[in-house]
């Protein structure tokens, strides 16, 4: 009897399950609105318009230090607290154009503020000499998070 019962069971769980139908995750929760698709052109052209200056200075700066030699190079080393100091200011800068701008694609958004962290955190902890594998690492990473908002502003005809 209690197996017939524990059968019973478990065929109506089985068969709740079955025909249940499935939730709807693309409906809003109870009293929140439905979010409309919106189109956010005019809100990533201008944030490119306003950053470009910027990007643009980033890309100097980067490159004339790079082009000081290999790091832990003399030179290299010498000019460092001039680039930490030169890209603290410039994050912060453009810390500040990014949060103005806050109805621009969420791809868009994500990739500078990213951007935007992996360079904060490059020259938070950079050091004289070599590279750390962790500071290759957030290079690396901040150079893929840079093609985010080069593509978007690319793509809107807005280049640096």
Known sequence: MAILIGLAALTVGIVALVTRPAPNVASPLPNEPAAAPSDTTEADRALCSAIAP??????????????????????????????????????????????????????????????????????????????????RALWADSLGAYSGPLKVCHDLGITW
Not at 100 to 123: E, I
């Open 54 to 135: 910027l990007m643009a200075e980033n890309d100097q700066v980067s490159n004339a230090y790079i082009r000081l030699g290999e790091a832990g190079s003399p030179a290299r080393d010498q000019a460092l607290p001039q680039f930490v100091s030169d890209s603290e200011d410039w994050v912060t800068r453009m810390q500040g154009i990014l949060d103005s701008h806050p109805k621009v694609d969420p791809y868009f958004g994500r990739t500078l503020q990213r951007f935007l962290d992996d360079r904060s955190l490059l020259v938070a902890g950079i050091e004289a000499g070599p590279l750390t594998s962790y500071a």
